[in-house]
């Protein structure tokens, strides 16, 4: 497997340093957002501009749209417990070289609701993967690149593996997410179960209670675990926290993780979808994955998924204490990832 990032990269902020060096990277001008960045410091929230929203599908889909409506189009798709922000850096990199960047806030974040008091509210897989064509559809985009960590990388799997038609290609935090309730019904060794404390806790009744008492100091010990060597100042995580508060915020991270395990039912709808996703098929439009040398979340080796790739593929691991948040913790990097996978579609 090839690894294009150097193990001598070591700058937490994507190995650059000032707007200068993002333009030599990315071969363009950048926005002065991007070179705020480059100093180390986060940008102002206003500098996505305005929350849009779209109907789509079951849901009033909340996002930040950058770049020229006539570019080719990238979705960046957020996980668990973040948002939008994570992409803050990222995006104004991809505008600077002509893309139309589409963020949205998944289901139960943010400004994105249910249109119904009445709908299911469902976080399998599907039903998420299902969210993300669903604002493809709305926007008028054929065809995209699609992006993404934790929840939001599995959502991409999930779109380039079952529309590969809809998808430029691909750039996956951890590679290979996707799973199946039979898949989670096996047990792992005491140590990797470990990790996944906080799913058993969600399974219980109290863990539903506390996490609703509780979210945002639940979060906030997920973002230090699952990026130990992040110093994440008390304003960055308050930017993405707000978007806890919306109204079935923990009714969905519940189902998500209380599914997986099989304590939950999904819907009928998409039991086509989850028989096929089970069977873990490949995925074969191109595609980069990429890991921190120091995510502190549950993820699998690269070496484990390296066969789900069958068309152009490339590994790259960013090191410099990188944790599980890649994209806000080395944007540069992924905004290069993002980049260098559509050289490779061509």
């Given at each position: 497997m090839s690894n294009l990032m150097p193990e001598t990269v070591t700058d937490r902020r994507g190995f650059v340093h000032g707007a200068a060096a993002i333009a030599a990277l990315l071969g363009g001008a950048v926005t002065a957002q991007?070179?705020?960045?480059?100093?180390?410091?986060?940008?102002?929230?206003?500098?996505?501009?305005?929350?849009?929203?779209?109907?789509?599908?079951?849901?009033?889909?909340?996002y930040v749209e950058m770049g020229p409506a006539t570019g080719p189009a990238v979705l960046l798709f957020h996980g668990w417990p973040y948002d939008i922000h994570a992409f803050a850096e990222v995006a104004?990199?991809?505008?600077?070289?002509?893309?139309?960047?589409?963020?949205?806030?998944?289901?139960?974040?943010?400004?994105?609701?249910?249109?119904?008091?009445?709908?299911f509210r469902n976080a399998q897989q599907a039903a998420i993967a299902m969210d993300g064509i669903a604002l493809m559809d709305a926007l008028g985009i054929k065809k995209a690149i699609v992006a993404g960590f934790d929840w939001g990388a599995r959502t991409a799997d999930?779109?380039?593996?079952?529309?590969?038609?809809?998808?430029?290609?691909?750039?996956?935090?951890s590679g290979y997410l996707i799973g199946s309730q039979a898949a989670n019904a096996a047990p792992l060794p005491p140590a990797a179960e470990l990790q996944w404390w906080y799913q058993?806790?969600?399974?219980?009744?109290?863990?539903?209670?506390?996490?609703?008492?509780?979210?945002?100091?639940?979060?906030?010990?997920?973002?230090?675990?699952?990026s130990p060597k992040w110093n994440f100042d008390d304003a960055t995580y308050a930017r993405t926290a707000a978007s806890f508060a919306n109204p079935d915020h923990v009714a969905l991270?519940?189902?998500?993780?209380?599914?997986?395990?099989?304590?939950?039912?999904?819907?009928a709808k998409y039991d086509t979808i989850e028989a096929k996703l089970a069977?873990?098929?490949?995925?074969?439009?191109?595609?980069?994955?990429?890991?921190?040398?120091?995510?502190?979340?549950?993820?699998?080796?690269?070496?484990?998924?390296?066969?789900?790739?069958?068309?152009?593929?490339?590994?790259?691991?960013?090191?410099?204490?990188?944790?599980?948040?890649?994209?806000?913790e080395a944007p540069a990097a992924f905004a290069k990832a993002v980049l260098d996978v559509a050289k490779m579609a061509g």
């Open positions: 991007a070179a705020s960045a480059s100093r180390g410091g986060a940008p102002a929230p206003a500098s996505f501009g305005p929350v849009k929203q779209v109907d789509a599908g079951p849901l009033s889909i909340g104004p990199l991809l505008v600077a070289r002509g893309y139309r960047v589409i963020v949205p806030y998944l289901r139960g974040y943010g400004s994105t609701v249910f249109r119904s008091a009445d709908t999930i779109m380039a593996l079952l529309w590969p038609e809809r998808c430029t290609a691909l750039v996956s935090v058993f806790y969600f399974a219980t009744a109290r863990g539903e209670a506390g996490y609703a008492k509780n979210t945002d100091a639940f979060n906030k010990l997920i973002w230090q675990l699952a991270v519940i189902h998500n993780y209380r599914w997986r395990l099989g304590l939950a039912q999904g819907e069977t873990t098929p490949v995925i074969t439009v191109p595609t980069i994955t990429m890991e921190g040398d120091a995510n502190g979340a549950p993820h699998p080796a690269p070496e484990q998924y390296r066969g789900k790739f069958t068309g152009p593929y490339e590994f790259r691991l960013i090191s410099g204490g990188i944790g599980h948040n890649l994209p806000q």
